[in-house]
């Protein structure tokens, strides 16, 4: 069974360091993929943006995703860590790291850890703009992406 | 029962969590969002201004015929953003 390893709170996180921590010490791993969504600071004037999080039940649904990845892939590690409070355009929010014997898992389980981390995990975006604050609303096409990986779908 | 708010509903009812004790035959979720629209105007806005509200119960996102227990958390938030 895969290690897993969770992180909800405030501190930034070194992607690299993340990355070596996912196969350290474990000479059978010969893949790590990974993911590092960012601030994006573009749209609509974004100064800034909070996150706030459901703790208890976010480190719960994390945890259950990750259980899914592994029982679905053949995984050594899986490494989710996720921001909250207040973060900049450019900062990172989120990191979701897994290790594998081979590149196909590693990739496929990266992904579908990060679709459903957002369509599932208790977290709630609100940005502060030239024009004031607004809540980030839930989009269709996160859904679809997480709705691609249920297994009554054809699905590689 | 505790009853929690994140997000939009939070700042619109004003407080992020409140104790209650429902009247006995509240013993769903939708009852209960009827019954916590009569709580103050602000809960009321609130939950009609949400269309696609979500809810929890012990943490585990359930439906709206979920039947509730006295010592149950339940948990009111729009669709999630996070990632």
Known sequence: MAEISLRVGAEDFDPGAEIAALHRGNSETGAVASFVGLVRGDKDQVRAMTLEHYPGMTEKQIGILAEQAASRWRLDRISVIHRVGTLLPGDRIVFVGTASRHRGDAFQACEFLIDWLKTSAPFWKLEQGDTGDRWVEARETDEARAERWRQDRENP | ?83
């Open chain 2, 1 to 83: 029962m505790k009853i929690v708010y994140f997000a939009g509903l939070r700042r619109q009812i004003g407080v992020g969590e409140e104790i209650i004790e429902p009247p006995a035959g509240v013993s769903s979720v939708e009852a209960l969002v009827a019954w916590l629209k009569t709580h103050s105007p602000a809960h009321k806005s609130a939950f009609e201004g949400c269309p696609r509200l979500m809810v929890a119960v012990n943490q585990d996102y359930a439906d709206f015929d979920a039947k509730l227990a006295q010592d149950d958390e339940v948990a009111f938030f729009p669709p999630v953003t996070g990632g």
